[in-house]
Protein backbone atom coordinates (compact mmCIF):
# COMPACT_ATOMS: atom_id res chain seq x y z
CA UNK A 1 0.00 0.00 0.00
CA UNK A 2 2.83 2.08 1.04
CA UNK A 3 4.21 1.72 -2.38
CA UNK A 4 1.15 2.24 -4.55
CA UNK A 5 1.56 5.83 -2.74
CA UNK A 6 4.43 6.59 -3.16
CA UNK A 7 4.52 5.57 -6.79
CA UNK A 8 4.52 8.71 -8.93
CA UNK A 9 4.01 11.00 -6.31
CA UNK A 10 5.28 14.20 -7.77
CA UNK A 11 2.75 14.20 -10.51
CA UNK A 12 0.18 13.62 -7.86
CA UNK A 13 1.46 16.54 -6.11
CA UNK A 14 1.09 18.71 -8.86
CA UNK A 15 -2.18 17.30 -9.87
CA UNK A 16 -3.80 18.00 -6.55
CA UNK A 17 -1.93 22.24 -6.28
CA UNK A 18 -3.66 22.87 -9.76
CA UNK A 19 -7.25 21.67 -8.33
CA UNK A 20 -6.50 23.96 -5.24
CA UNK A 21 -5.57 26.54 -7.63
CA UNK A 22 -8.76 25.94 -10.48
CA UNK A 23 -11.08 26.22 -7.09
CA UNK A 24 -9.63 29.15 -6.11
CA UNK A 25 -10.08 31.00 -9.38
CA UNK A 26 -13.71 29.38 -9.55
CA UNK A 27 -14.34 30.95 -6.08
CA UNK A 28 -12.96 34.64 -6.70
CA UNK A 29 -15.18 34.37 -10.49
CA UNK A 30 -18.02 33.46 -8.32
CA UNK A 31 -17.39 36.50 -5.55
CA UNK A 32 -16.60 39.27 -8.46
CA UNK A 33 -20.05 38.23 -9.95
CA UNK A 34 -22.04 39.66 -7.43
CA UNK A 35 -22.77 42.77 -5.80
CA UNK A 36 -21.17 43.34 -2.93
CA UNK A 37 -21.63 46.86 -1.91
CA UNK A 38 -21.14 50.29 -3.52
CA UNK A 39 -19.90 49.79 -7.09
CA UNK A 40 -19.88 51.14 -10.71
CA UNK A 41 -21.30 48.55 -13.15
CA UNK A 42 -20.67 48.18 -16.82
CA UNK A 43 -23.79 46.93 -18.39
CA UNK A 44 -24.62 45.72 -21.76
CA UNK A 45 -27.67 47.92 -23.37
CA UNK A 46 -30.41 46.30 -25.18
CA UNK A 47 -33.80 47.36 -27.16
CA UNK A 48 -36.77 46.21 -25.63
CA UNK A 49 -40.52 46.36 -27.94
CA UNK A 50 -38.89 46.88 -31.12
CA UNK A 51 -41.70 47.71 -33.52
CA UNK A 52 -42.04 45.13 -36.77
CA UNK A 53 -40.39 45.76 -39.43
CA UNK A 54 -38.14 48.52 -37.80
CA UNK A 55 -34.43 48.41 -37.62
CA UNK A 56 -31.69 49.87 -35.08
CA UNK A 57 -28.86 52.05 -36.96
CA UNK A 58 -27.07 53.00 -34.32
CA UNK A 59 -24.68 50.49 -32.41
CA UNK A 60 -26.01 50.44 -28.83
CA UNK A 61 -23.37 51.66 -26.38
CA UNK A 62 -22.42 50.10 -22.96
CA UNK A 63 -23.88 51.96 -19.80
CA UNK A 64 -22.34 52.65 -16.57
CA UNK A 65 -24.44 52.23 -13.32
CA UNK A 66 -23.51 53.05 -9.92
CA UNK A 67 -24.90 51.41 -6.86
CA UNK A 68 -25.81 51.14 -3.69
CA UNK A 69 -26.93 48.28 -1.84
CA UNK A 70 -25.80 44.56 -1.18
CA UNK A 71 -26.76 41.76 -2.29
CA UNK A 72 -24.95 38.65 -3.32
CA UNK A 73 -27.55 36.44 -5.21
CA UNK A 74 -27.22 38.61 -8.26
CA UNK A 75 -25.23 37.75 -10.83
CA UNK A 76 -23.71 40.89 -12.48
CA UNK A 77 -23.72 39.10 -15.74
CA UNK A 78 -27.36 39.03 -15.51
CA UNK A 79 -28.21 42.86 -15.10
CA UNK A 80 -28.75 44.96 -18.04
CA UNK A 81 -29.71 48.11 -19.30
CA UNK A 82 -32.56 48.79 -21.62
CA UNK A 83 -34.29 51.50 -23.84
CA UNK A 84 -37.82 50.84 -24.64
CA UNK A 85 -39.19 51.54 -28.11
CA UNK A 86 -42.46 50.94 -27.89
CA UNK A 87 -44.80 52.82 -30.53
CA UNK A 88 -41.73 54.22 -32.31
CA UNK A 89 -41.18 55.30 -35.83
CA UNK A 90 -38.75 55.56 -38.19
CA UNK A 91 -36.11 58.57 -37.65
CA UNK A 92 -33.49 59.82 -34.82
CA UNK A 93 -35.06 59.97 -31.67
CA UNK A 94 -33.90 60.43 -27.81
CA UNK A 95 -34.94 57.22 -25.17
CA UNK A 96 -34.55 56.73 -21.96
CA UNK A 97 -31.93 54.02 -20.71
CA UNK A 98 -33.51 52.05 -17.38
CA UNK A 99 -32.54 49.05 -15.74
CA UNK A 100 -33.85 46.19 -14.65
CA UNK A 101 -34.71 46.55 -10.61
CA UNK A 102 -32.15 44.65 -8.63
CA UNK A 103 -33.63 43.74 -4.83
CA UNK A 104 -32.39 45.37 -1.98
CA UNK A 105 -29.82 48.12 -4.43
CA UNK A 106 -30.47 50.83 -5.39
CA UNK A 107 -29.62 52.56 -9.21
CA UNK A 108 -27.92 55.73 -8.26
CA UNK A 109 -26.48 56.94 -11.35
CA UNK A 110 -26.97 55.79 -14.95
CA UNK A 111 -24.41 57.18 -18.13
CA UNK A 112 -25.67 57.71 -20.75
CA UNK A 113 -29.35 58.51 -19.32
CA UNK A 114 -30.73 59.26 -22.56
CA UNK A 115 -29.30 57.57 -26.04
CA UNK A 116 -30.08 59.10 -29.69
CA UNK A 117 -31.16 56.07 -31.93
CA UNK A 118 -31.71 56.28 -35.62
CA UNK A 119 -34.32 54.00 -36.45
CA UNK A 120 -34.92 52.54 -40.02
CA UNK A 121 -37.83 50.75 -42.26
CA UNK A 122 -36.75 47.02 -42.95
CA UNK A 123 -37.67 46.33 -46.25
CA UNK A 124 -37.35 43.56 -49.03
CA UNK A 125 -36.39 43.40 -52.69
CA UNK A 126 -36.24 40.65 -55.20
CA UNK A 127 -32.71 40.63 -56.54
CA UNK A 128 -31.02 38.23 -59.49
CA UNK A 129 -27.95 36.85 -58.21
CA UNK A 130 -24.54 37.41 -60.03
CA UNK A 131 -21.65 34.85 -60.34
CA UNK A 132 -18.12 36.22 -60.42
CA UNK A 133 -15.41 33.44 -61.72
CA UNK A 134 -12.09 33.98 -60.83
CA UNK A 135 -8.86 32.22 -61.62
CA UNK A 136 -7.58 29.53 -64.88
CA UNK A 137 -8.78 26.22 -64.84
CA UNK A 138 -6.38 23.37 -65.76
CA UNK A 139 -4.56 23.52 -69.45
CA UNK A 140 -6.57 22.90 -72.33
CA UNK A 141 -9.61 23.60 -70.00
CA UNK A 142 -12.13 26.37 -69.94
CA UNK A 143 -14.80 27.79 -67.87
CA UNK A 144 -18.34 27.88 -69.21
CA UNK A 145 -21.15 30.17 -68.25
CA UNK A 146 -21.93 29.22 -64.25
CA UNK A 147 -25.24 28.25 -63.27
CA UNK A 148 -26.80 29.46 -60.09
CA UNK A 149 -30.01 28.21 -58.55
CA UNK A 150 -31.58 30.08 -56.97
CA UNK A 151 -31.08 33.06 -59.81
CA UNK A 152 -33.36 35.46 -57.51
CA UNK A 153 -33.31 35.95 -53.99
CA UNK A 154 -35.33 37.59 -51.51
CA UNK A 155 -33.05 40.47 -49.87
CA UNK A 156 -34.15 41.77 -46.40
CA UNK A 157 -33.15 44.78 -44.86
CA UNK A 158 -33.34 48.83 -43.44
CA UNK A 159 -34.25 50.64 -46.96
CA UNK A 160 -31.29 53.26 -46.19
CA UNK A 161 -28.94 50.19 -46.86
CA UNK A 162 -31.08 48.19 -49.14
CA UNK A 163 -31.11 51.34 -51.84
CA UNK A 164 -27.12 50.91 -51.89
CA UNK A 165 -27.48 47.28 -52.99
CA UNK A 166 -26.44 46.98 -56.67
CA UNK A 167 -25.49 43.51 -56.93
CA UNK A 168 -26.17 39.92 -54.83
CA UNK A 169 -23.15 38.44 -55.57
CA UNK A 170 -20.99 35.00 -55.22
CA UNK A 171 -17.37 34.61 -55.95
CA UNK A 172 -15.83 31.43 -57.69
CA UNK A 173 -12.63 30.58 -57.87
CA UNK A 174 -11.90 27.98 -60.95
CA UNK A 175 -7.94 28.43 -60.46
CA UNK A 176 -6.60 24.59 -61.50
CA UNK A 177 -9.58 22.83 -62.20
CA UNK A 178 -10.06 20.53 -64.92
CA UNK A 179 -13.67 19.01 -64.08
CA UNK A 180 -17.16 20.97 -63.72
CA UNK A 181 -17.19 22.61 -60.36
CA UNK A 182 -20.54 22.11 -58.02
CA UNK A 183 -20.42 24.42 -54.49
CA UNK A 184 -22.69 26.07 -52.35
CA UNK A 185 -21.62 29.98 -51.81
CA UNK A 186 -23.35 32.49 -49.32
CA UNK A 187 -23.95 35.68 -50.51
CA UNK A 188 -22.68 38.89 -50.65
CA UNK A 189 -23.67 42.71 -51.11
CA UNK A 190 -22.53 44.74 -53.12
CA UNK A 191 -22.88 48.99 -54.13
CA UNK A 192 -22.68 50.63 -57.36
CA UNK A 193 -18.86 51.17 -56.49
CA UNK A 194 -18.10 47.04 -55.57
CA UNK A 195 -18.25 47.79 -52.13
CA UNK A 196 -19.68 45.90 -48.85
CA UNK A 197 -22.67 47.50 -47.63
CA UNK A 198 -22.40 46.99 -43.01
CA UNK A 199 -24.61 48.40 -40.85
CA UNK A 200 -24.09 50.19 -37.85
CA UNK A 201 -22.45 47.25 -35.98
CA UNK A 202 -19.96 45.42 -38.72
CA UNK A 203 -20.06 42.43 -36.63
CA UNK A 204 -24.06 42.30 -36.94
CA UNK A 205 -26.27 41.15 -39.70
CA UNK A 206 -27.63 43.82 -41.30
CA UNK A 207 -28.52 42.63 -44.41
CA UNK A 208 -30.08 39.07 -45.02
CA UNK A 209 -31.04 37.24 -47.60
CA UNK A 210 -33.01 34.24 -48.25
CA UNK A 211 -31.71 31.89 -49.16
CA UNK A 212 -28.43 33.35 -47.72
CA UNK A 213 -26.74 30.71 -50.43
CA UNK A 214 -26.62 29.56 -53.72
CA UNK A 215 -25.84 26.06 -55.69
CA UNK A 216 -23.60 27.21 -58.14
CA UNK A 217 -22.34 24.68 -60.96
CA UNK A 218 -19.08 26.09 -63.65
CA UNK A 219 -18.84 23.55 -65.99
CA UNK A 220 -15.14 23.17 -67.04
CA UNK A 221 -14.47 21.69 -70.99
CA UNK A 222 -12.52 21.22 -73.68
CA UNK A 223 -10.75 24.37 -75.01
CA UNK A 224 -11.64 23.65 -78.66
CA UNK A 225 -15.89 23.06 -77.66
CA UNK A 226 -17.78 25.52 -78.60
CA UNK A 227 -21.11 26.19 -76.70
CA UNK A 228 -24.47 28.53 -76.90
CA UNK A 229 -27.23 29.56 -75.00
CA UNK A 230 -30.32 28.06 -76.27
CA UNK A 231 -34.27 28.25 -75.02
CA UNK A 232 -35.98 25.59 -73.02
CA UNK A 233 -39.46 24.37 -73.99
CA UNK A 234 -42.07 21.94 -72.20
CA UNK A 235 -45.47 20.70 -72.81
CA UNK A 236 -48.24 18.94 -71.53
CA UNK A 237 -50.32 16.02 -71.39
CA UNK A 238 -53.53 14.61 -70.09
CA UNK A 239 -56.46 16.64 -68.53
CA UNK A 240 -56.38 18.64 -65.49
CA UNK A 241 -58.99 18.06 -62.56
CA UNK A 242 -62.72 18.94 -63.68
CA UNK A 243 -63.55 22.67 -63.99
CA UNK A 244 -59.24 23.24 -64.35
CA UNK A 245 -57.32 24.44 -66.57
CA UNK A 246 -53.62 25.38 -67.48
CA UNK A 247 -52.89 29.36 -67.47
CA UNK A 248 -49.32 28.91 -67.72
CA UNK A 249 -45.82 26.62 -68.18
CA UNK A 250 -42.48 28.54 -67.12
CA UNK A 251 -39.75 26.76 -67.61
CA UNK A 252 -36.64 27.82 -64.75
CA UNK A 253 -34.01 28.21 -66.35
CA UNK A 254 -35.28 29.52 -68.96
CA UNK A 255 -32.37 28.89 -70.89
CA UNK A 256 -29.16 26.33 -70.74
CA UNK A 257 -25.91 26.11 -72.00
CA UNK A 258 -25.07 23.52 -74.59
CA UNK A 259 -21.03 22.70 -75.70
CA UNK A 260 -20.05 20.78 -79.37
CA UNK A 261 -18.87 21.94 -82.46
CA UNK A 262 -19.93 24.63 -84.11
CA UNK A 263 -21.71 22.79 -87.15
CA UNK A 264 -23.45 21.06 -84.74
CA UNK A 265 -24.25 23.55 -82.50
CA UNK A 266 -25.79 25.72 -85.53
CA UNK A 267 -28.56 23.24 -86.10
CA UNK A 268 -29.45 22.69 -82.36
CA UNK A 269 -31.85 26.00 -81.33
CA UNK A 270 -33.90 24.91 -78.53
CA UNK A 271 -34.09 22.12 -76.11
CA UNK A 272 -37.31 20.39 -75.91
CA UNK A 273 -37.93 18.80 -72.21
CA UNK A 274 -41.25 16.91 -73.69
CA UNK A 275 -44.70 16.89 -71.89
CA UNK A 276 -45.31 16.86 -68.33
CA UNK A 277 -48.55 14.42 -67.58
CA UNK A 278 -50.87 16.67 -65.39
CA UNK A 279 -54.07 14.47 -65.42
CA UNK A 280 -56.19 14.78 -62.98
CA UNK A 281 -54.10 18.35 -61.65
CA UNK A 282 -55.95 20.78 -59.36
CA UNK A 283 -53.31 23.05 -58.30
CA UNK A 284 -50.13 24.50 -59.47
CA UNK A 285 -47.33 21.78 -59.70
CA UNK A 286 -43.59 21.42 -60.01
CA UNK A 287 -41.58 19.38 -61.94
CA UNK A 288 -38.33 18.09 -61.70
CA UNK A 289 -36.17 17.10 -64.78
CA UNK A 290 -32.80 16.15 -64.95
CA UNK A 291 -30.72 16.96 -67.70
CA UNK A 292 -29.63 13.18 -67.64
CA UNK A 293 -33.02 12.66 -68.75
CA UNK A 294 -33.29 14.54 -71.44
CA UNK A 295 -30.96 13.65 -74.12
CA UNK A 296 -29.03 16.08 -76.73
CA UNK A 297 -28.40 14.99 -80.41
CA UNK A 298 -24.48 13.62 -80.87
CA UNK A 299 -21.82 15.55 -80.56
CA UNK A 300 -23.37 18.21 -77.93
CA UNK A 301 -23.07 18.07 -74.33
CA UNK A 302 -24.50 20.11 -71.03
CA UNK A 303 -21.34 21.78 -69.16
CA UNK A 304 -23.13 19.82 -66.32
CA UNK A 305 -25.25 17.80 -64.95
CA UNK A 306 -28.57 19.94 -64.14
CA UNK A 307 -32.31 20.01 -63.06
CA UNK A 308 -34.84 21.41 -65.03
CA UNK A 309 -38.09 23.07 -63.33
CA UNK A 310 -41.39 22.97 -64.81
CA UNK A 311 -43.72 24.89 -63.29
CA UNK A 312 -47.63 24.13 -64.64
CA UNK A 313 -50.31 26.70 -63.23
CA UNK A 314 -53.58 25.42 -62.72
CA UNK A 315 -56.32 27.14 -62.11
CA UNK A 316 -60.01 27.47 -62.52
CA UNK A 317 -61.32 27.30 -66.00
CA UNK A 318 -62.13 29.87 -68.41
CA UNK A 319 -65.94 30.27 -67.71
CA UNK A 320 -69.38 32.12 -70.39
CA UNK A 321 -71.32 35.02 -69.22
CA UNK A 322 -74.38 36.30 -70.94
CA UNK A 323 -74.80 40.19 -70.09
CA UNK A 324 -78.57 41.27 -70.88
CA UNK A 325 -79.63 44.99 -72.03
CA UNK A 326 -76.93 46.74 -73.25
CA UNK A 327 -76.85 49.53 -74.94
CA UNK A 328 -75.79 50.74 -78.32
CA UNK A 329 -73.22 53.79 -79.18
CA UNK A 330 -74.51 55.48 -82.66
CA UNK A 331 -70.89 56.98 -83.42
CA UNK A 332 -70.18 59.14 -86.87
CA UNK A 333 -74.01 59.58 -87.79
CA UNK A 334 -73.84 61.98 -90.90
CA UNK A 335 -75.68 65.82 -90.00
CA UNK A 336 -78.18 64.81 -92.78
CA UNK A 337 -78.97 61.38 -91.71
CA UNK A 338 -81.42 60.43 -89.26
CA UNK A 339 -82.07 56.68 -88.03
CA UNK A 340 -85.03 55.25 -88.77
CA UNK A 341 -85.73 54.04 -85.00
CA UNK A 342 -83.09 53.56 -82.58
CA UNK A 343 -81.11 50.90 -82.03
CA UNK A 344 -82.43 48.04 -78.95
CA UNK A 345 -80.47 47.13 -76.59
CA UNK A 346 -78.79 43.44 -76.96
CA UNK A 347 -77.58 40.67 -75.09
CA UNK A 348 -73.47 39.89 -74.95
CA UNK A 349 -71.37 36.18 -74.14
CA UNK A 350 -68.20 36.98 -72.88
CA UNK A 351 -66.06 34.90 -71.21
CA UNK A 352 -63.01 34.74 -68.96
CA UNK A 353 -61.61 32.99 -65.50
CA UNK A 354 -64.50 33.00 -62.79
CA UNK A 355 -62.72 35.17 -60.52
CA UNK A 356 -62.72 38.14 -63.30
CA UNK A 357 -65.97 36.86 -64.33
CA UNK A 358 -67.83 37.10 -60.79
CA UNK A 359 -67.22 41.45 -60.80
CA UNK A 360 -68.10 41.94 -64.25
CA UNK A 361 -71.05 44.14 -64.97
CA UNK A 362 -72.94 45.24 -67.95
CA UNK A 363 -71.55 48.95 -67.58
CA UNK A 364 -67.95 47.74 -67.77
CA UNK A 365 -68.51 46.91 -71.63
CA UNK A 366 -68.88 49.57 -74.25
CA UNK A 367 -70.49 48.76 -77.61
CA UNK A 368 -71.03 50.83 -80.73
CA UNK A 369 -71.76 51.15 -83.99
CA UNK A 370 -69.46 53.15 -86.51
CA UNK A 371 -71.95 55.07 -89.13
CA UNK A 372 -68.70 56.87 -91.40
CA UNK A 373 -69.49 57.24 -94.62
CA UNK A 374 -73.22 55.51 -94.66
CA UNK A 375 -76.09 56.54 -96.73
CA UNK A 376 -79.33 56.70 -96.58
CA UNK A 377 -80.88 53.09 -96.87
CA UNK A 378 -81.00 50.10 -94.91
CA UNK A 379 -77.99 48.38 -93.01
CA UNK A 380 -76.11 45.76 -91.40
CA UNK A 381 -73.15 45.99 -89.43
CA UNK A 382 -70.86 44.05 -86.85
CA UNK A 383 -71.16 45.89 -83.54
CA UNK A 384 -67.54 47.41 -82.00
CA UNK A 385 -66.72 46.53 -78.20
CA UNK A 386 -64.16 47.41 -75.78
CA UNK A 387 -64.12 45.09 -72.94
CA UNK A 388 -62.11 45.13 -69.27
CA UNK A 389 -58.63 43.27 -69.37
CA UNK A 390 -58.68 39.26 -68.77
CA UNK A 391 -62.11 38.98 -71.12
CA UNK A 392 -62.94 38.27 -74.41
CA UNK A 393 -65.92 38.85 -76.75
CA UNK A 394 -67.81 34.99 -77.73
CA UNK A 395 -70.27 36.34 -79.31
CA UNK A 396 -72.46 39.19 -80.28
CA UNK A 397 -75.46 40.30 -82.42
CA UNK A 398 -75.06 42.18 -85.66
CA UNK A 399 -77.76 44.67 -86.08
CA UNK A 400 -79.63 45.77 -89.12
CA UNK A 401 -81.01 49.54 -89.38
CA UNK A 402 -82.23 52.01 -91.51
CA UNK A 403 -80.74 55.71 -92.00
CA UNK A 404 -83.12 58.48 -94.00
CA UNK A 405 -82.43 61.95 -94.99
CA UNK A 406 -83.97 64.78 -93.14
CA UNK A 407 -86.61 66.53 -94.22
CA UNK A 408 -87.01 70.18 -94.87
CA UNK A 409 -90.78 71.72 -94.23
CA UNK A 410 -92.13 73.57 -97.56
CA UNK A 411 -93.96 76.52 -94.77
CA UNK A 412 -90.76 76.94 -92.99
CA UNK A 413 -87.99 76.25 -95.03
CA UNK A 414 -85.45 77.16 -91.84
CA UNK A 415 -87.12 74.14 -89.69
CA UNK A 416 -86.56 70.70 -90.42
CA UNK A 417 -88.72 67.55 -89.80
CA UNK A 418 -90.66 69.51 -86.67
CA UNK A 419 -92.93 72.31 -87.92
CA UNK A 420 -93.53 73.18 -84.01
CA UNK A 421 -90.45 74.36 -84.04
CA UNK A 422 -90.29 78.15 -85.31
CA UNK A 423 -87.53 79.15 -82.80
CA UNK A 424 -84.67 77.73 -84.55
CA UNK A 425 -84.63 78.42 -87.88
CA UNK A 426 -82.21 76.31 -90.12
CA UNK A 427 -82.17 73.49 -87.79
CA UNK A 428 -84.21 70.82 -86.60
CA UNK A 429 -85.61 69.90 -83.56
CA UNK A 430 -83.51 67.03 -82.22
CA UNK A 431 -85.01 63.36 -81.70
CA UNK A 432 -84.15 61.80 -78.52
CA UNK A 433 -82.09 59.43 -80.63
CA UNK A 434 -79.97 62.53 -82.19
CA UNK A 435 -79.65 64.08 -79.14
CA UNK A 436 -77.95 61.07 -77.42
CA UNK A 437 -75.77 60.40 -80.33
CA UNK A 438 -74.62 64.01 -80.37
CA UNK A 439 -74.01 63.40 -76.66
CA UNK A 440 -71.81 60.98 -77.36
CA UNK A 441 -69.87 61.94 -79.90
Known amino acids: MKEMLQRNLGYKVISLVVAILFWLWVTSQGESQTIQGNETLTLSLVAKNVPANTMIMTKLPSVKVKTEGYNPSVNV ?135 SSVDIVVPIVDKELESKMVPIKATTSGTPAEGKAVRSIQVIPKGVQIYGEPEELAKFSALQLGAVNITGLSATKTFEISSDKVSLPEGLSYGSRTTFSVIVEIGNAVQEKTLYDIPIEVRNLSGDLLLDKPFSNVSVTVKGYPEVLETLTKEQISLWIDLS ?31 KAKENNPENPGNTDNPDNPGNPGQSQPTEQSMLNRTRE
Do not use: C
Open 373 to 403: GKNAGEHTDKIYWQLPAGIEMVSVPDVTYSL
Open 77 to 211: NELYAYVDLSYSEPGEHDFEVKVVPIPNVTVVEISPKVVTLQLDTVEERQLPVTVEVSGTPAEGKKAGDPIVKPSVVNVRGPSSLLSEVDKVLVEINVAGISETLQVSRPLLFRDKHGLAIFGPDPSVETITASP
